[in-house]
C-alpha cells in the first residue's frame, strides 16, 4: 500500500509528517540521535489526527469516505474472509466487474459475499465503472443472493458506490426494475443479511445491496438518497452549495445511526481506514462475526419479522401543532 495523498483539511497533519521525514533523512546514515525529537513529533501527529477526525464537518467526511486510498470491497475480501470463490455473470447479458461476488469463509463459516468495487487507476476504473453497476451488476447479485437462500447461508453486502449508473444503455436493459427487484427480493430472503457501508452509500445503486437484518458504517462512511453535488445542483443550482447540502442530508455514520437507519458504527484507525487497512479489516471482521452469530440465532419466520418491523419502524409522523388545530396533519421525516 503506497502512501496516502492528503486532503484539505489535513494540511497541519501533512507539515508535521513533512518534518518527521526530512528529520528521518537528515539522521539517516550520519549517525545523529533524533529519538527524541522524532517522539515529540510522533506525539504531536498522533493528537492532531485525533482532534481532527473528531470533529470533522459534513462534506470533510464525504472526502475521507472517497479518498482514493480507502480500502476497497476486495481489499477487505483479502484480510477478512478465506477461501474466497467469485462468482461471474447475471446468466442473462453479461459480468459487470463494478458488483463483485462469491463465496468465502469468515471465522471458518461459509457465507456469500457481494460488492461495489471501485478502481484504483483510470484504467481498472474504466473496467469497474467507478463502481457504478449496470443492471446486470444488480442481477448477477441477486442470483448469488438466492444461490445463498438455497444451501441455507448467510448474505455479507459491502456498499461502496456513487450510485447506480445512470447511463442509456442501463435504462434500456432496465435498471431500475434490476434495483427494484433487489429491494423486493431482500426483503423477503431466508436467510440472514448484513450490509457494511465501506465507503460511500449512494441512492438506490447501494439500497439495492442494504436492504439487509442489520446495516453496519464504518466510521468515516456516508450513505445518502444522492450525493451533495446533486442535491446542491437541484436545490442551489449550483455546485457550489455542496457544503450546506452535505449538512442538510444528514449523510455521516453519526447522522444515520441517530435517525434509526444504521445499527452500528464500526470504528476506523485513527486518520481513517486509509491509514491502516488491516487494523480496520480486523474491526470489520469482529462486529460481522458477532452480529451473525447473533442473527444465526433466529429461526427463519422470526428473521423475517423483524426484519419487516426493522424497515415498517424507518421514518415517522409528526404533527405540526398549530396546523392540528384545523385537523390538518404534514408529514416529517
Not at 497533519?13 to 528529520?23: F, G
Not at 515529540?40 to 493528537?47: A, G, I, N, P, T
Not at 455542496?242 to 442538510?248: G, K, M, N, T
Request: net charge negative; aromatic share 6%.
Amino acid at each position: 500500500m503506497t502512501a496516502s495523498p492528503h486532503l484539505e483539511f489535513e494540511r497541519d497533519i501533512a507539515e508535521i509528517e513533512e518534518r518527521i521525514k526530512n528529520l528521518l533523512s537528515v539522521a539517516d546514515g550520519k549517525g545523529i540521535d533524533v529519538t527524541s525529537e522524532l517522539d515529540v513529533l510522533r506525539d504531536k501527529l498522533d493528537s492532531l489526527r485525533e482532534e481532527t477526525y473528531r470533529s470533522l464537518r459534513a462534506i470533510e467526511q464525504v472526502q475521507v469516505a472517497r479518498h482514493p486510498r480507502r480500502p476497497y470491497a476486495l481489499d477487505y475480501v483479502e484480510r477478512c474472509f478465506t477461501d474466497w470463490i467469485e462468482m461471474h455473470g447475471d446468466r442473462s447479458y453479461r459480468d459487470d466487474e463494478a458488483m463483485v461476488g462469491g463465496w468465502a469463509r469468515l471465522g471458518g463459516d461459509s457465507v456469500m459475499l457481494i460488492g461495489h468495487q471501485k478502481g484504483r487507476d483510470m484504467k481498472e476504473n474504466l473496467r469497474r465503472n467507478f463502481g457504478m453497476p449496470h443492471p446486470e451488476g444488480y442481477r448477477k447479485a441477486l442470483r448469488l443472493m438466492r444461490q445463498a437462500e438455497k444451501f441455507g447461508r448467510p448474505v455479507v453486502t459491502l456498499i461502496d458506490t456513487p450510485g447506480a449508473y445512470p447511463g442509456i444503455g442501463a435504462e434500456e436493459r432496465g435498471q431500475a426494475e434490476a434495483i427494484a427487484m433487489n429491494l423486493r427480493e431482500m426483503a423477503r430472503l431466508r436467510t440472514p443479511l448484513v450490509s457494511v457501508v465501506i465507503g460511500e452509500g449512494g441512492s438506490g445503486g447501494a439500497l439495492a445491496l442494504g436492504v439487509t437484518d442489520r446495516i453496519l458504517m464504518l466510521e468515516h462512511s456516508i450513505y445518502s438518497v444522492i450525493s451533495p453535488e446533486g442535491c446542491a445542483a437541484i436545490l442551489w443550482r449550483s455546485a457550489e452549495h455542496r457544503e450546506e447540502a452535505a449538512e442538510a442530508l444528514r449523510l455521516t455514520s453519526e447522522n444515520l445511526v441517530e435517525l434509526g437507519i444504521a445499527d452500528e458504527i464500526i470504528q476506523e484507525p485513527q486518520g481513517g481506514a486509509h491509514q491502516d487497512w488491516d487494523g480496520a479489516a480486523l474491526t470489520l471482521k469482529e462486529t460481522l462475526l458477532r452480529h451473525l452469530t447473533e442473527l444465526s440465532g433466529l429461526g427463519t419466520n422470526e428473521l423475517l419479522r423483524r426484519r419487516q418491523a426493522k424497515y415498517e419502524g424507518m421514518g415517522a409522523w409528526r404533527e405540526n401543532s398549530a396546523a392540528h388545530i384545523t385537523g390538518e396533519v404534514s408529514a416529517g421525516t
